[in-house]
């Protein structure tokens, strides 16, 4: 399987401070997704780095793909209190079998 | 939630009844996807949809079907329920750039 693993599983940080989330994966990927959860509600698609980038930025956010170790993190700053939610990876096949599998999350809580 | 609604959003039911959740959109998107959602597990993929009538199996299809005879719904049934498949279930939609948009997900407990 080429099932995302998200490490950790929960994490605590002051508001303020940043917060990374990393991901590890078994096979050769086309792209690797981040998603955010609120409590109760679907997921939200924050960014895709593809195969052949190392580093993407969208607002406060930054992710980097290493594929030769085949992980990537997640990084966040300066959080904040809207930031608590959960933190999926989510990974492409190279062979683009039409699917992408999630990894099972890093909980994230934003203390005040 | 994208112009993506699933229905209904929360359901009880008995073991052995069939269910039926729908999921239906307003985007015209190609794709579509079910994943059920457990503690522990994450989110795992039921079934999916390359086109009208046009579906394929995922990480965890046994014992459930699904059908799609118009580009905007898409739905999955559990012939006969059971108690392993209390979940809360997503429906996602994608372009096939593989970005995915989510619906707001169905609560299924079944008795």
């Known amino acids: 399987s080429q099932q995302g693993e998200e490490d950790p599983q929960a994490l605590s940080i002051q508001e303020g401070e940043n917060a990374t989330m990393n991901c590890s994966y078994k096979?050769?990927?086309?792209?690797l997704q981040w998603y955010r959860q609120n409590s109760g509600r679907g997921l939200v698609h924050l960014i895709l780095?593809?195969?052949?980038?190392r580093e993407k930025h969208s607002g406060r956010l930054r992710v980097t793909l290493d594929t030769s170790k085949k992980s990537s993190s997640l990084l966040i700053t300066a959080s904040r209190a809207a930031d608590t939610a959960s933190y999926f990876c989510?990974?492409?096949?190279?062979?683009?079998?039409?699917?992408?599998?999630f990894g099972k999350g890093t909980r994230l809580h934003i203390l005040p | 939630d994208a112009g993506i609604t699933q229905s209904p959003r929360h359901k009880v039911t008995e073991t052995g009844t069939p269910v039926t959740l729908r999921c239906h959109q307003t985007?015209?998107?190609?794709?579509m996807y079910w994943y059920r959602q457990d503690p522990g597990h994450g989110l795992r993929l039921i079934h999916y949809?390359?086109?009208?009538?046009?579906?394929d199996k995922g990480e965890v299809s046994d014992g459930y079907s699904v059908s799609r005879s118009k580009t905007e719904d898409f739905l999955l049934t559990l012939e006969s329920a059971t108690s392993s498949q209390t979940s809360v279930y997503f429906c996602?939609?994608?372009?096939?750039?593989?970005?995915?948009?989510f619906g707001p997900g169905t609560r299924l407990t079944v008795l």
């Open positions: 996602a939609i994608s372009t096939g750039e593989d970005t995915q948009y």
């Open positions: 096979t050769s990927i086309n792209n």
């Open positions: 780095i593809r195969s052949n980038e």
């Open positions: 989510a990974t492409v096949a190279m062979n683009r079998d039409d699917k992408i599998i």
């Open positions: 985007e015209n998107h190609r794709y």
């Open positions: 949809s390359y086109g009208v009538k046009d579906t």
